[in-house]
């Protein structure tokens, strides 16, 4: 995560991949030229992260994050993974809090202040994910919710090194279905002008990336809306050239 100040492109590859996905990756790293004003990540399954990071060259624009952690350094917690481990397979940041996560997992905003926490112990960028869900902005909620999500999941001391953002209606993953700009534009403000608040000068330029059915036809749109500072790919960011054409996008 090098300059705060450059557009990051995230790709999520939640449940997705084996290992002749690396032909993808080679891909990715290969037309990351194509992207020079933004950095790329991208976030395989666990069981990818040593392999890709392995297929990352030393001062590539690239790097590779992991999609969770536990929040201890290690114990009993079978199936989990902890930020250590991650760092330890070559990981640079690791996504918490995604609302797959909260939903899927009943994971509180405590818990992902948690691992966010975690993520700066083992020296990893903590990609935390905010978003409101259908019924709440139909209720007009929408940054009431958001408002609560950065109280409780954001810890203190984050700083433009260690903490990302990534807004995620929860509605847009993977519908196809996306916000107006007027919406985005006003979120992301809103989450501006918290981080500003509380964390000063880190604050402006933390990065905030939008989330939710990013694709090559509305990455250029998206990308522009102030305070927009990149995108958290999901199904596009499996696909080498979808991915590549969203970074080139990035202003």
């Known amino acids: 995560m090098t300059d705060a100040r450059r557009p990051l492109i995230a790709g999520n590859w939640k449940m997705n991949g084996l290992k002749a996905s690396a032909g993808e990756m080679r891909a990715i790293v290969a037309g990351a030229s194509k992207a020079a004003k933004a950095d790329l990540l991208i976030c395989p399954p666990a069981t990818l992260v040593a392999e890709f990071a392995g297929i990352v ?35 640079t940041a690791v996504i918490v809090g995604h609302s797959e996560r909260r939903a899927d997992h009943g994971e509180t905003d405590a818990i992902v202040n948690a691992k966010a926490q975690a993520a700066w112990r083992a020296e990893l960028t903590a990609i935390l994910c905010i978003g409101e869900t259908q019924a709440q902005r139909d209720a007009g909620k929408t940054l009431d919710i958001i408002g609560g999500q950065l109280r409780g999941s954001v810890p203190e001391g984050a700083t433009a090194n260690t903490l990302v953002i990534a807004y995620e209606p929860v509605w847009a993953i993977g519908t196809g279905l996306t916000p107006t700009v007027k919406d985005v534009a006003q979120v992301h403000e809103y989450i ?60």
């Open 57 to 91: 060259k030393k001062g590539s624009p690239v790097a590779i994050g992991g999609q969770d952690c536990h929040a201890a350094a290690s114990g009993a917690h079978t199936g989990d993974i902890s930020t250590e481990m991650l760092a330890d397979a070559g990981a």
């Open 192 to 251: 501006r002008n918290y981080l500003k608040q509380y964390f000063k000068n880190d604050g402006e330029v933390i990065r905030i990336l939008y989330g939710g059915s990013v694709k090559p036809s509305n990455a250029v749109e998206l990308l522009a809306v102030p305070h927009v500072n990149g995108a958290l790919i999901g199904g596009a960011s499996l696909k080498a050239s979808d991915f590549l054409a969203i970074a080139a996008a990035a202003p």
